[in-house]
């Protein structure tokens, strides 16, 4: 057997076509579902935990305002009233107004403050508390309500 006839019977590997990249298999079909439902959850649960804090955005950008302590207590109360009972918030005053604040706040301390109702200027102290109330206070239970 003559050994240069069978290298000239020699051809190239023949390679196959990579695959085509549509349509896609039917998992990637089910991944993208999954994956689509789970984003549109994600931003339904952050665009209604948004809305519910709304409130609080309105009343940071309003203690920015605020000259007198007689207006951060208005805020204050403003900011209460959107998620507490109107019965339970509206009454309160003085000392029975910072002990609320303090029971719905636990990183507050508006009784170690002392009573601040009169139209004095705002001090730094007062609004830093105010803010960390309007941030973090508690709203009631959808379920005690």
Not at 34 to 49: F, G, H, K, N
Not at 118 to 132: H, I
Request: glycine content about 4%.
């Amino acid at each position: 057997m003559d050994p240069s006839a069978s290298l000239q019977n020699l051809r190239d590997i023949a390679v196959p076509d990579p695959p085509a990249l549509w349509p896609p298999a039917p998992g990637v079909w089910v991944l993208l579902i999954v994956a689509l439902c789970a984003l549109s959850t994600v931003v339904i649960l952050w665009m209604r935990a948004r809305e519910r804090n709304a409130y609080r955005r309105a009343g940071l950008a309003l203690l920015e305002q605020a000259v007198t302590t007689r207006d951060v207590n208005v805020i204050l109360k403003r900011v209460a009233l959107a998620v507490f009972p109107r019965p339970e918030v509206a009454p309160l005053y003085g000392a029975e107004w910072a002990e609320f604040l303090d029971a719905s706040c636990s990183r507050s301390g508006f009784a170690d403050l002392g009573v601040v109702e009169d139209g004095s200027e705002v001090s730094r102290e007062l609004r830093d508390l105010a803010r960390t109330w309007v941030r973090h206070h508690r709203a009631p239970s959808a379920s005690g309500a």
